[in-house]
């Protein structure tokens, strides 16, 4: 007498667990894995830099000045691209609440794109050029081509 459950209910029931758990799972890997591989990735830079002071070599400037912020830009076209697709979404279906909540990454993804522009101006006017690419470090020169 084994505890076989066959009942319809029960399985759809086992099926609709087994995808939620299934899909927790499968987003904390993807975490994971990200976060691991950003250690490794700092962990390396890290004993590179170790090794050139050992030997007494320049660190390079970019290894100085860490990691850029990338624009909004393209965050910024996503968030409006769903915020309008469920805005038309809602226009379409007749769905008045669609609309009202596809206004808000609408206007999320427009505060980004204004944002991004203000601040790439903002560091145009200092003289610093795109806020998203480095300026090289002042007395470093590159080296030399000899082909």
């Known amino acids: 007498m084994g ?3 066959t009942d319809p209910a029960f399985m759809a029931m086992l099926i609709g667990l087994f995808f939620v758990v299934g899909s927790i799972a499968v987003v ?3 975490v994971v894995s990200a976060f691991r ?12 830099r170790m090794l050139a002071l050992e030997k007494g070599l320049p660190i390079p400037p970019d290894y100085l ?3 850029h912020r990338k624009r ?12 309008l697709g469920a805005v038309v979404w809602g226009i379409i279906e007749g769905e008045s609440d669609a609309n009202a909540w596809g206004l808000i990454p609408f206007f999320v993804g427009i505060a980004l794109i204004i944002g ?11 003289g610093g050029g795109s806020g998203s690419y480095p300026r090289a470090a002042e007395g ?8």
């Open 3 to 5: 505890m076989e459950r």
């Open 28 to 30: 904390l890997l993807i």
């Open 37 to 48: 591989t950003r250690h490794v990735k700092a962990e390396m830079l890290h004993r590179e």
């Open 65 to 67: 000045e860490g990691p």
């Open 72 to 83: 909004p830009f393209v965050a910024g076209l996503i968030w409006a691209g769903i915020g």
């Open 116 to 126: 991004d522009w203000l601040s790439h101006r903002r560091a145009e006017r200092a």
């Open 140 to 147: 470093y020169r590159a080296p030399e081509n000899r082909s």
